[in-house]
């Protein structure tokens, strides 16, 4: 197994934990992880970096290798962002919906795009085959267990740090991969705590009004990064039953898209992901005592959405 010395110079393992703020509101405390302050603008920062450097002291990279992932934007910004850091080269497989600022921001950082007609499935079937035919390290974000580890192990250790001795009674987040509610609950558990753990749905506004029962996971394009049924992880994680009080939580896209309103005025710089996870996690909160703790994150920042329909209203 090679000990590869990971490059210097980096300021990757450097970066200070992200804030953990109180909002007010009825029921539990809320408190909100401010992960739009990583040095991308996400929480993907988190698994681009853990994902790699991992890779690196395997003696699966070095310096001049190539990374490709399927992204719908975020962790495709923060790989290009952490391979610019490692020397490595980039290439991102993003869906043709996908914002432009989204491409503009990995091309800044070096990396290559190339958009894939469809949804996550054909966008993921594309890269797996470049991986295949060009020998690239692939990320596999949506399998890989070292994104879920990265949020265990750093993300869920720093909110119970910050959370000075409080218990966490649930965690609240939208599933792209999966890897954060999975994370942050597999730590939770880990130190003791007895959270319940709650994904967070968008539904389309039209079809939620017309069936609020529907169990079926009708996720909204209204909210990127919210992906429906390409997780392995969160699959894998929720049929094996070891959070058996996992709950899926299904909210109104247009809902999410007024709360990602709300949180601007009050000076956050988030995404409509934000948006959908404060309208989830407030409910949540409601229905428990005030004693109690609810934890969510602000996933990216709002730069990669000033052409997406959230912005509308100010144009």
């Given amino acids: 197994m090679s000990t590869q010395t990971l490059p210097p110079a980096r300021y990757l393992g450097r970066i200070a934990p992200t804030p953990l703020v109180r909002l007010p509101g009825p029921g539990a405390q809320l408190w909100v992880k401010l992960e739009f302050l990583n040095p991308s603008g996400s929480t993907k920062d988190r698994i681009a970096r853990h994902i790699l450097e991992k890779a690196w002291r395997r003696g699966e990279l070095q310096a001049g290798s190539t990374v490709v992932e399927a992204s719908s934007g975020s962790t495709s910004i923060a ?141 909204s394009s209204k909210v990127p990064g919210v992906v429906e049924n390409c997780s392995r992880l969160y699959a894998d994680w929720k049929e094996s039953g070891v959070a058996p009080d996992l709950e899926e939580l299904a909210v109104d896209d247009n809902e999410c898209l007024t709360a990602t309103h709300r949180l601007w005025k009050q000076g956050y710089p988030v995404g409509p992901s934000s948006g959908l996870n404060l309208v989830a996690a407030e409910r949540v909160a409601a229905r428990l005592r005030p004693e109690q703790t609810v934890v969510t994150v602000l996933p990216d920042r709002m730069e990669r959405y000033f052409s997406h329909p959230v912005f509308e209203a100010l144009r």
């Fill in 79 to 219: 790989l290009a962002l952490a391979c610019a850091q490692l020397g490595l080269r980039f290439v991102a497989f993003i869906p043709g919906s996908a914002t432009n600022e989204r491409s503009l921001m990995i091309q800044a950082y070096g990396g290559s795009v190339r958009r894939v007609a469809g949804g996550m499935p054909e966008v993921i079937a594309a890269a797996e085959a470049f991986a295949r035919e060009s020998g690239a390290f692939a990320a596999r974000q949506f399998e890989n267990l070292d994104n879920v580890e990265a949020h265990r192990i750093h993300t869920a250790a720093e909110i119970l740090a910050q959370l000075d001795g409080l218990s966490v009674h649930a965690v609240i987040s939208g599933v792209g991969t999966g890897g954060t509610l999975r994370g942050l609950w597999e730590g939770f558990h880990a130190a003791g705590c007895r959270t319940q753990p709650v994904a967070a749905i968008p539904r389309t506004a039209s079809d939620f009004a017309g069936n609020p029962e529907c169990c079926s996971l009708c996720f």
